[in-house]
């Protein structure tokens, strides 16, 4: 059952930094791309949303590993 559990929290974690880079990557692609203007542009956005997700994601996860772990060893 520890395992079930964490398992989920580390699930958790994942989908919720995902969900973070989502909600970051308008700023970020105006930070770092500015204003779209053709092909070039558009295609830096994807690839920094095509390496920010799945690395929100893993950071997501081991935030919720640690969590996870911390929360089942109290109980």
Known sequence: ?????LCLCTLTGAICGAVIMYLI???????????????????????????GTPLL??????TGWLLGSKIIKKQ
């Open 1 to 5: 059952m520890k395992f079930l559990k």
């Open 25 to 51: 990557l308008p700023a970020v692609c105006g930070y770092f791309v500015g204003p779209i203007y053709g092909d070039d542009q558009m295609s830096q956005n994807f690839t920094i949303f095509l390496v």
């Open 57 to 62: 994601a893993l950071v997501g996860a081991i």
